[in-house]
């Protein structure tokens, strides 16, 4: 959508939202910015009373994002607010884990936080948010994505498994697990650049307990063997990185294939159909016209032995990432605009 029919939709846009408290912008929440945000480059972004709410964007993991415009400069972004209702020290625990993390990044393949606010709104109940001023993409996600176009062509895929690859490798040398690698959480701007999005589940392991993030947090339909049955596919001594490999391969696939790929259509995807799919069951034949390429890159994602999985290294340069890198951008744009 354009800057020029997003002004002449604006009033329809327009929701409710609480008044706006102008206190705490940038305070105990973080000692300084993060390295990727510049309160200082655009006048009034460390204020929200400079923001206005026009639509909402997604719900999930006790938040909401909304896309909103900065009345100073007219530039759109989203903000993720994040409320401390139901069991409040976990979703602080977590919110606080997701700032530190967003302190540290800075990488292309990440969308870029601008700004982290407590104190930005307040509901009726008295209880206080925490906000995340972000990268606005404008294509949505690729779960978006997927529901025009549930079949991808293998460039476009490439392009993808590429991009969130890269965004691992970037998050991985950090020592940050992002643990929920989805269609949800791969975001797409009006370029067809993908980025990974939302550090609520993710964890710095350098340094950090373990048991900080819970294994079976995140979304269980994309779960590694070695996070839903530990003890059977030894994911005590696991560092969680090769989990975000095989997140990536179940997106891969299930770009390729229109649907979830590791259990039928026909079955409810309930937490016993998928860990039996997951931990248990033969591996999803590929279609079989399925290139080579694109075979041999989810087998090596679809490792159920996370020690013999393939890693981020080895797949960057995997034939399939390599094959389409000309083409892959170009395939992936058409996708977002026509969504």
Not at 148 to 172: C, D, F, Q, T, W
Not at 181 to 196: A, H, M, T, W
Not at 206 to 231: F, W
């Amino acid at each position: 959508m354009t800057l020029v029919r997003e002004k002449r939709q604006k009033q329809s846009l327009r929701v409710t939202v609480p008044s706006i408290s102008q206190a705490n912008s940038w305070q105990r929440l973080q000692s300084s910015p993060p390295s990727s945000s510049s309160s200082s480059s655009s006048p009034g972004i460390d204020n929200l009373a400079n923001f206005e709410k026009l639509a909402v964007l997604g719900h999930g993991n006790g938040g909401t994002v909304y896309k909103v415009c900065h009345r100073p400069t007219n530039v759109i972004y989203a903000l993720k607010v994040l409320r401390f209702m139901e069991e409040p020290e976990m979703v602080q625990q977590r919110a606080f884990s997701e700032v530190e993390i967003l302190r540290r990044v800075d990488s292309g393949f990440v969308v870029m936080c601008h700004g982290v606010f407590e104190n930005g709104f307040s509901g009726a109940d008295g209880i206080e948010d925490i906000c995340f001023l972000l990268e606005y993409m404008e294509g949505g996600s690729l779960h978006d994505l997927l529901r025009k176009h549930p079949m991808l062509s293998e460039n476009a895929i490439s392009g993808i498994a590429r991009s969130v690859l890269e965004g691992l490798h970037y998050l991985h040398s950090m020592q940050i697990v992002h643990s929920d690698i989805k269609p949800s959480n791969l975001l797409i701007n009006r370029k067809g650049e993908v980025k990974i999005a939302d550090f609520g589940v993710s964890r710095c392991i350098a340094g950090v307990d373990k048991e900080q993030c819970p294994s079976y947090m995140g979304t269980c339909a994309y779960m590694s063997p070695e996070r839903i049955d530990p003890d059977r596919w030894d994911g005590v001594h696991s560092d969680g990185f090769a989990g975000d490999v095989w997140s990536l391969g179940v997106v891969v696939m299930e770009c390729f294939v229109g649907h979830f790929p590791l259990i039928k259509p026909e079955e409810k995807p309930d937490w016993i159909n998928l860990m039996c799919a997951i931990c248990f069951e033969e591996k999803r034949e590929m279609p079989e016209t399925a290139s080579a390429e694109i075979q041999s890159f989810v087998m090596r994602c679809l490792q159920r032995d996370w020690k013999i999985r393939g890693t981020v290294e080895e797949l960057l340069v995997h034939p399939f990432v390599t094959k389409f890198e000309e083409s892959a951008a170009e395939h992936l744009f058409y996708y977002a605009s026509v969504m």
